[in-house]
């Protein structure tokens, strides 16, 4: 029985030590409850050695049951069940009491347990770091704060030594404390701590022992709170400390702080160099600024800082020996922890240059103002999306607007339209480069309605904090525009007619073909020539014959359609070109409205003149199939209209081409000639029609060809007058005349006069009168002896130059004669103010004058008007003796013709001029 007391003594004892063991996690309460528990076990022990006593062995089997009972579970498991024990009362009792005293301990086993449960939730859910730890440092419970702070889980830290977690610096400090091989230290403090992933936590720990009656350290409480962020503000605060002191020390501006009293508290180097004091002496003392100079202004800064003002840049003078300076000074109030004003820090800068930079810019800026605004361009600065901010005055003169009114408006507002995308373009560029590389124009209209073409160039100066902006220099090109574009009109139109020229007229063929080619029609180009246009203008002047040509250009054009070409080809040329013609006939009906419109009289120079068009027309694709061949096979189809007499169109024919060739061929020969001199003279003499005297002789042309025999003047000298060869040809024939009027006067057989026609195109030469002197000169001939014959078209269509020419040779004593007299429209006028002496009655009245009245009257006519003018009357083309007869009854003193004498060279005249008359079957008396 005193061992099975013993035992069960030694089982409440195991329950006891079990139930404190529970309840460790608690306060100073868990302590005094497992006394209370520890004395009762040990009463429970006294009572059951007084059970044994008292029962002795009689009582054994039921206790050794009993025994066995507590064997098969736990104490606080234990139930009585009814008379098991009943022969032994005192057992029975035993097992009642234990089944109380089990009761109670399962009562207290769950309220611990709940209290356990309370205890858990709170210490994982406090926002700090706890660590249950044994005597020995060893983590036996973390919460959820101290593994999210040390990066570990709580299966990774139970188990481990706290100094598994310390910074290896932390240990060698720890070593030296109390309580080191445990590695708690009992109080709070800071260290370090080695998180999982390597990185230092910075955490004040704060440590608690809970320990035994006997002052043994069962355990430890251990609280974590992360002070990371404070250590990392306090080296925030100390690196910026040091950059501060570092920016102070390193400052070009002088920077220094003093007491409200004026003590100086702080100098740092800049300070030394700017007043020439070192720290050491200025430090504790008043300011250098604090002088009788600058008393009154630094007195009045301190004083408006320190009633809590911050001044900027004031500007003070400031003496250091001989050298003056001027500072910037700027000054702040230097604050306490709790607000208090307790001195003045000072930012000091020498502006000495800075002024005299600034001066300068002042005068530069005044400069550039004057400049501005007494230039004739336009200065502009705008901003980054176009907006004007500053107009110079000169756009008042050049657009005529206010330049305060522009300010404000966007550029790209005021342009021209059409010029808005690529001004915008440009400036894209001017905004990238800094810079335009030319020049952009653009239109801007005018305060009085009108359109002005600007050119600008620019410079980006956004980044210059003088400007912001981007200036923009402007100048009016419009007169340049002008010009230009009139230059360009001019490289493709006639400067005289203002029509398209040939550059233009052969690209707009061209495109006229291509168009043509599309649609299947035909379209016609026609070469047109004026009539007669040189006549014209070598007799009026060519004032007269421009103002004839601008005449006929703007008859042309109201003779087509709109959408037809009208081209000056060049000289009295002109090119037509008909588009979407039907056929052959529609061409035909715009040549004939052309000639129409030639037909009446242009009055052009005080007179009216009458001229008319020889026109070529060519068809596409018939007679050609580019620009190029339409024109040429258009122009031989002029020529041929020439070569029918005038005023008429022709289509072009390929036997056309034939007639050109001989004609290209004949020029070439008759150029060849004038080169060669294969000229010769026929003489036709002038007879006194009462007597038979061979009074003059007509010198005639003629073309000895050597591949053709001899050419008569009218199939040559049209082309000579065109080609310009006439010049040359008349100056050969007036020598050679004059030669033989010299062989012959030596000879003593010489008539009176040597007659010499002119052309038109000589007349108008400005070198013909020193060409006539020159001849005279060198032949020896007397100017008495030589007659000019011009004929009567030519006459009335002199010009006041021409009129001078003729009056120069008649003074000279060179004899003038009006050939071909009746066929042009004379004015009594223009005959009595030119020098005549002499009129030729044209053969084409002398032909029929015996068998038709009209002609006859004509003549008749002829003869009285040059008696009443008191000229001389020949008569060409006399070929009968009744012609005669008649031309004498009537008055006419001279004749000329077949019925003396076919034109003769001068070997075969030489007897005639011998005899000194002409035997004729009419008798002469």
Same mark, same amino acid.
């Given at each position: 029985?005193?061992?099975?007391?013993? !035992?069960? /003594?030694?089982?409440?004892?195991?329950?006891?030590?079990?139930?404190?063991?529970?309840?460790?996690?608690?306060?100073?309460?868990?302590?005094?409850?497992?006394?209370?528990?520890?004395?009762?076990?040990?009463?429970?022990?006294?009572?059951?050695?007084?059970?044994?006593?008292?029962?002795?062995?009689?009582?054994?089997?039921?206790?050794?049951?009993?025994?066995?009972?507590?064997?098969?579970?736990?104490?606080?498991?234990?139930?009585?069940?009814?008379?098991?024990?009943?022969?032994?009362?005192?057992?029975?009792?035993?097992?009642?009491?234990?089944?109380?005293?089990?009761?109670?301990?399962?009562?207290?086993?769950?309220?611990? /347990?709940?209290?356990?449960?309370?205890?858990?939730?709170?210490?994982?859910?406090?926002?700090?770091?706890?660590?249950?730890?044994?005597?020995?440092?060893?983590?036996?419970?973390?919460?959820?704060?101290?593994?999210?702070?040390?990066?570990?889980?709580?299966?990774?830290?139970?188990?481990?030594?706290?100094?598994?977690?310390?910074?290896?610096?932390?240990?060698?400090?720890?070593?030296?404390?109390?309580?080191?091989?445990?590695?708690?230290?009992?109080?709070?403090?800071? #260290?370090?701590?080695?998180?999982?992933?390597?990185?230092?936590?910075?955490?004040?720990?704060?440590?608690?022992?809970?320990?035994?009656?006997?002052?043994?350290?069962?355990?430890?409480?251990?609280?974590?709170?992360?002070?990371?962020?404070?250590?990392?503000?306090?080296?925030?605060?100390?690196?910026?400390?040091?950059?501060?002191?570092?920016?102070?020390?390193?400052?070009?501006?002088?920077?220094?702080?003093?007491?409200?009293?004026?003590?100086?508290?702080?100098?740092?180097?800049?300070?030394?160099?700017?007043?020439?004091?070192?720290?050491?002496?200025?430090?504790?003392?008043?300011?250098?600024?604090?002088?009788?100079? #600058?008393?009154?202004?630094?007195?009045?800064?301190?004083?408006?800082?320190?009633?809590?003002?911050?001044?900027?840049?004031?500007?003070?003078?400031?003496?250091?020996?001989?050298?003056?300076?001027?500072?910037?000074?700027?000054?702040?109030?230097?604050?306490?922890?709790?607000?208090?004003?307790?001195?003045?820090?000072?930012?000091?800068?020498?502006?000495?240059?800075?002024?005299?930079?600034?001066?300068?810019?002042?005068?530069?800026?005044?400069?550039?103002?004057?400049?501005?605004?007494?230039?004739?361009?336009?200065?502009?600065?705008?901003?980054?999306?176009?907006?004007?901010?500053?107009?110079?005055?000169?756009?008042?003169?050049?657009?005529?607007?206010?330049?305060?009114?522009?300010?404000?408006?966007?550029?790209?507002?005021?342009?021209?339209?059409?010029?808005?995308?690529?001004?915008?373009?440009?400036?894209?560029?001017?905004?990238?480069?800094?810079?335009?590389?030319?020049?952009?124009?653009?239109?801007?209209?005018?305060?009085?309605?009108?359109?002005?073409?600007?050119?600008?160039?620019?410079?980006?100066?956004?980044?210059?904090? /003088?400007?912001?902006?981007?200036?923009?220099?402007?100048?009016?090109?419009?007169?340049?525009?002008?010009?230009?574009?009139?230059?360009?009109?001019?490289?493709?139109?006639?400067?005289?007619?203002?029509?398209?020229?040939?550059?233009?007229?052969?690209?707009?063929?061209?495109?006229?073909?291509?168009?043509?080619?599309?649609?299947?029609?035909?379209?016609?180009?026609?070469?047109?020539?004026?009539?007669?246009?040189?006549?014209?203008?070598?007799?009026?002047?060519?004032?007269?014959?421009?103002?004839?040509?601008?005449?006929?250009?703007?008859?042309?054009?109201?003779?087509?359609?709109?959408?037809?070409?009208?081209?000056?080809?060049?000289?009295?040329?002109?090119?037509?070109?008909?588009?979407?013609?039907?056929?052959?006939?529609?061409?035909?009906?715009?040549?004939?409205?052309?000639?129409?419109?030639?037909?009446?009289?242009?009055?052009?120079?005080?007179?009216?003149?009458?001229?008319?068009?020889?026109?070529?027309? !060519?068809?596409?694709?018939?007679?050609?199939?580019?620009?190029?061949?339409?024109?040429?096979?258009?122009?031989?189809?002029?020529?041929?209209?020439?070569?029918?007499?005038?005023?008429?169109?022709?289509?072009?024919?390929?036997?056309?081409?034939?007639?050109?060739?001989?004609?290209?061929?004949?020029?070439?020969?008759?150029?060849?000639?004038?080169?060669?001199?294969?000229?010769?003279?026929?003489?036709?003499?002038?007879?006194?029609?009462?007597?038979?005297?061979?009074?003059?002789?007509?010198?005639?042309?003629?073309?000895?060809? #050597?591949?053709?025999?001899?050419?008569?003047?009218?199939?040559?000298?049209?082309?000579?007058?065109?080609?310009?060869?006439?010049?040359?040809?008349?100056?050969?024939?007036?020598?050679?005349?004059?030669?033989?009027?010299?062989?012959?006067?030596?000879?003593?057989?010489?008539?009176?006069?040597?007659?010499?026609?002119?052309?038109?195109?000589?007349?108008?030469?400005?070198?013909?009168?020193?060409?006539?002197?020159?001849?005279?000169?060198?032949?020896?001939?007397?100017?008495?002896?030589?007659?000019?014959?011009?004929?009567?078209? #030519?006459?009335?269509?002199?010009?006041?130059?021409?009129?001078?020419?003729?009056?120069?040779?008649?003074?000279?004593?060179?004899?003038?004669?009006?050939?071909?007299?009746?066929?042009?429209?004379?004015?009594?006028?223009?005959?009595?103010?030119?020098?005549?002496?002499?009129?030729?009655?044209?053969?084409?009245?002398?032909?029929?004058?015996?068998?038709?009245?009209?002609?006859?009257?004509?003549?008749?006519?002829?003869?009285?008007?040059?008696?009443?003018?008191?000229?001389?009357?020949?008569?060409?083309?006399?070929?009968?003796?009744?012609?005669?007869?008649?031309?004498?009854?009537?008055?006419?003193?001279?004749?000329?013709?077949?019925?003396?004498?076919?034109?003769?060279?001068?070997?075969?005249?030489?007897?005639?001029?011998?005899?000194?008359?002409?035997?004729?079957?009419?008798?002469?008396?």
């Amino acid at each position: 029985m005193v061992l099975l007391g013993l !035992a069960v /003594a030694i089982i409440l004892g195991l329950i006891a030590i079990r139930s404190a063991e529970g309840l460790a996690l608690s306060d100073a309460s868990i302590a005094e409850h497992f006394v209370q528990v520890a004395v009762w076990g040990l009463g429970a022990v006294v009572l059951t050695g007084l059970a044994g006593i008292l029962i002795g062995r009689q009582i054994v089997d039921p206790i050794i049951r009993l025994n066995q009972k507590l064997r098969a579970g736990s104490l606080l498991e234990f139930r009585r069940e009814d008379q098991e024990f009943g022969e032994y009362s005192e057992v029975d009792q035993l097992a009642a009491t234990m089944q109380e005293l089990a009761a109670t301990l399962r009562t207290r086993d769950d309220d611990l /347990a709940a209290s356990e449960e309370k205890f858990r939730e709170t210490f994982d859910l406090v926002e700090i770091g706890l660590a249950h730890l044994d005597g020995r440092g060893t983590f036996i419970r973390v919460n959820r704060k101290m593994t999210e702070m040390l990066g570990y889980s709580e299966a990774e830290l139970v188990g481990q030594h706290l100094s598994h977690v310390f910074h290896p610096e932390e240990i060698a400090i720890l070593e030296a404390v109390p309580h080191a091989a445990s590695g708690i230290v009992v109080g709070s403090r800071e #260290q370090r701590y080695l998180r999982r992933d390597g990185t230092t936590l910075w955490a004040r720990r704060s440590t608690i022992f809970i320990r035994d009656e006997l002052g043994e350290a069962k355990y430890a409480l251990a609280a974590i709170e992360d002070v990371s962020q404070y250590h990392a503000n306090q080296e925030t605060l100390r690196t910026l400390n040091e950059s501060l002191r570092a920016i102070v020390e390193n400052s070009p501006l002088a920077i220094y702080s003093i007491t409200p009293g004026g003590i100086v508290t702080l100098w740092n180097p800049a300070a030394e160099k700017l007043f020439g004091v070192r720290e050491a002496e200025v430090l504790g003392r008043l300011s250098p600024l604090a002088t009788a100079e #600058q008393a009154e202004t630094t007195l009045d800064i301190r004083k408006r800082v320190i009633a809590g003002e911050t001044v900027h840049n004031v500007e003070i003078a400031h003496s250091r020996g001989a050298h003056r300076s001027i500072l910037s000074l700027s000054a702040a109030p230097l604050k306490s922890g709790d607000g208090k004003i307790i001195g003045v820090l000072v930012t000091c800068a020498d502006i000495t240059g800075l002024k005299s930079v600034e001066r300068a810019l002042e005068a530069s800026e005044a400069r550039f103002r004057a400049l501005s605004e007494s230039a004739m361009d336009i200065v502009t600065v705008i901003d980054a999306d176009g907006v004007i901010l500053y107009q110079s005055p000169s756009v008042r003169h050049l657009l005529g607007v206010d330049p305060e009114s522009m300010i404000g408006l966007n550029q790209f507002e005021i342009i021209h339209r059409e010029d808005s995308p690529a001004l915008r373009e440009r400036f894209k560029e001017l905004i990238e480069k800094g810079t335009l590389d030319r020049p952009v124009e653009f239109r801007v209209r005018h305060a009085d309605g009108t359109w002005r073409t600007l050119e600008s160039i620019g410079k980006n100066c956004l980044d210059v904090p /003088a400007i912001r902006g981007i200036i923009v220099n402007t100048r009016d090109v419009s007169e340049r525009r002008a010009i230009q574009q009139r230059i360009q009109h001019l490289a493709y139109h006639d400067a005289l007619t203002s029509l398209p020229n040939r550059s233009l007229l052969q690209d707009r063929v061209a495109q006229a073909i291509s168009r043509a080619d599309r649609g299947g029609k035909r379209l016609a180009v026609m070469f047109i020539d004026i009539d007669n246009f040189k006549n014209i203008n070598d007799t009026l002047g060519h004032d007269v014959g421009d103002e004839l040509l601008r005449e006929v250009a703007r008859r042309l054009s109201a003779s087509v359609r709109g959408h037809d070409t009208i081209a000056r080809q060049g000289g009295d040329e002109f090119i037509v070109l008909l588009e979407e013609l039907e056929g052959q006939s529609g061409a035909a009906r715009a040549a004939q409205k052309i000639l129409d419109a030639l037909r009446s009289a242009f009055e052009v120079g005080g007179t009216k003149q009458h001229v008319s068009g020889s026109i070529g027309i !060519a068809l596409y694709p018939d007679d050609g199939k580019d620009s190029q061949t339409l024109m040429k096979n258009a122009d031989t189809a002029m020529f041929h209209s020439k070569a029918q007499g005038k005023n008429t169109y022709h289509f072009f024919t390929s036997n056309m081409n034939i007639a050109v060739k001989r004609r290209a061929m004949l020029e070439s020969s008759l150029r060849a000639a004038v080169k060669d001199g294969d000229f010769l003279l026929h003489y036709q003499p002038q007879v006194d029609l009462a007597t038979g005297k061979v009074v003059a002789a007509e010198a005639l042309v003629r073309w000895n060809n #050597q591949s053709g025999g001899i050419v008569m003047p009218g199939d040559f000298i049209p082309l000579a007058e065109e080609t310009g060869l006439i010049n040359e040809i008349g100056e050969w024939v007036m020598r050679e005349g004059c030669m033989q009027a010299r062989r012959w006067q030596a000879g003593g057989i010489a008539p009176e006069r040597i007659a010499i026609n002119l052309s038109a195109r000589q007349l108008g030469d400005k070198g013909f009168l020193g060409m006539v002197k020159r001849v005279l000169k060198e032949t020896g001939l007397n100017p008495g002896c030589l007659e000019l014959e011009i004929t009567e078209s #030519q006459v009335m269509k002199q010009a006041e130059g021409s009129i001078q020419l003729l009056n120069e040779l008649a003074d000279m004593g060179i004899h003038l004669a009006v050939d071909d007299f009746g066929t042009g429209y004379s004015s009594l006028s223009y005959l009595k103010r030119l020098p005549i002496s002499k009129l030729k009655i044209d053969q084409s009245f002398v032909r029929d004058i015996t068998v038709d009245p009209n002609d006859t009257a004509i003549v008749v006519a002829i003869i009285s008007m040059a008696r009443s003018l008191d000229l001389e009357i020949i008569a060409e083309g006399i070929e009968t003796a009744g012609q005669l007869n008649l031309l004498r009854a009537k008055g006419c003193a001279i004749g000329q013709g077949y019925y003396f004498s076919m034109p003769l060279a001068a070997e075969a005249l030489e007897p005639v001029l011998k005899r000194g008359t002409i035997v004729a079957e009419a008798q002469f008396v």
